[in-house]
């Protein structure tokens, strides 16, 4: 099993930035995913920005532009990169790990405990 740790998050007013950071520890395997998922009051929760091992990176069609998602193989941290950030934008932020193989079973896919992000207008 991986274990994330999250950092950052915050409250920030309409057009402002933040940096959200997890690092990952555990049994760890390559090639593997890791990203942001988020979740609004109400709504279910959806992607935000992913990366993997190789480089290869997805976004959001809300995000593309104002989000940049960025990681560090050697220490097995991923960050976002928060522009532009709008109060649609608010939500608990969580971080993801996952395998990058055929076969990925919900035991394989790890969560962050979330932290939450909120866009004053």
């Known amino acids: 099993q991986v274990q994330l740790v999250e950092s950052g998050g915050g409250l920030v007013q309409t057009g402002g930035s933040l940096t959200l950071s997890c690092a990952a520890s555990?049994?760890?395997?390559?090639?593997?995913?890791m990203g942001w998922y988020r979740q609004a009051p109400g709504k279910e929760r959806e992607l935000v920005a992913t990366?993997?091992?190789?480089?290869?990176?997805n976004y959001a069609d809300s995000v593309k532009g104002r989000f940049a998602i960025s990681r560090t193989n050697a220490r097995n941290t991923v960050s976002l990169q928060m522009n532009s950030l709008k109060p649609e934008d608010t939500a608990v932020y969580y971080c993801?790990?996952?395998?990058?193989?055929?076969?990925?079973?919900?035991?394989?896919?790890?969560w962050g405990q979330g932290t939450q992000v909120s866009v004053s207008s």
């Open positions: 993801n790990f996952r395998p990058l193989r055929t076969v990925v079973t919900p035991l394989d896919v790890s």
């Open positions: 990366t993997t091992t190789g480089g290869s990176t």
């Open positions: 555990g049994s760890i395997f390559s090639p593997n995913t």
